[in-house]
């Protein structure tokens, strides 16, 4: 499971290294990260497309339409990489249990995955 709820996400920057290098730390920090772009990023800004690419089919301003295709294109860029990066995670292998850290967070990101869609 994801260590932070989704009202309780920060934004403020940190380090991304663990301080503890052992199989669970990096699996455990692999599967936190993981979560968190799924719920904020491929969620966030996949959702955020999808409402500029609706609100673009109803404006009836050039410079509306103009930012909003902007946005779009802006926001699919950040959801193709936020999908791509939890890709990544799931790839990643630090330690010879790479079944089991690969599974953990594979689960995590279907509880996660399923959160999301409730809330829609």
Not at 10 to 24: C, E, F, K, N, Q
Not at 41 to 54: D, H, P
Request: charged share 25%; net charge positive.
């Amino acid at each position: 499971d994801c260590k932070e709820s989704p009202n309780k996400v920060s934004y403020r920057p940190g380090p991304l290294a663990v301080a503890d290098h052992s199989a669970m730390a990096v699996a455990s920090s692999l599967q936190n990260m993981a979560c968190r772009i799924m719920r904020d990023g491929c969620f966030g800004e996949t959702v955020s497309v999808l409402v500029a690419a609706r609100q673009l089919e109803m404006a009836r301003a050039p410079n509306v339409k103009s930012a909003l295709r902007t946005i779009i294109n802006d926001e699919t860029q950040h959801a193709a990489l936020a999908w791509r990066s939890v890709y990544w995670c799931i790839r990643k292998n630090h330690t010879s249990e790479r079944k089991e850290n690969r599974s953990a967070i594979l689960k995590a990101l279907t509880k996660t995955f399923k959160q999301e869609m409730e809330r829609l």
